[in-house]
Nanobody
Framework: VQLQASGGGLVQAGGSLRLSCAAS????????MGWFRQAPGKEREFVAA????????DYADSVKGRFTISRDNAKNTVYLQMNSLKPEDTAVYYC????????????????WGQGTQVTVSS
């Protein structure tokens, strides 16, 4: 699975952004997907994950209630709706895919996108 993330940008605190991750290949509909982020000087961290059907999701505590992950298998795309953004959400956001949900959550996914920058100003 090849991944292409988009939708990042500059937004004021309290604002919203929606990230998209377009996947190539028919295998997308059977893959678990996830979003990770990496801020300057920090390690990459898990943000959210969704299983192949969209029926099960996981979130980092830091984004629960503010971010929503979803997917459209007909469009081979996974989304991350980010609301009530905070300056500490500033990071490069990456999407990931693997047929094993556990691998996605653990950050060991087989496929990764190139990243999209999200900057939240105070």
């Amino acid at each position: 699975v090849q991944l292409q993330a988009s939708g990042g940008g500059l937004v004021q605190a309290g604002g919203s952004l929606r990230l998209s991750c377009a996947a190539s290949g028919r295998a997308f509909s059977t893959a678990s997907m996830g979003w990770f982020r990496q801020a300057p000087g920090k390690e990459r961290e898990f943000v959210a994950a969704i299983n192949w059907s969209g029926g099960s999701t996981d979130y980092a505590d830091s984004v629960k209630g503010r971010f929503t992950i979803s997917r459209d298998n007909a469009k081979n795309t996974v989304y991350l709706q980010m609301n009530s953004l905070k300056p500490e959400d500033t990071a490069v956001y990456y999407c990931a895919a693997d047929f094993r949900r556990s691998a996605v959550v653990a950050g060991n996914a087989a496929s990764w996108g190139q990243g999209t920058q999200v900057t939240v100003s105070s």
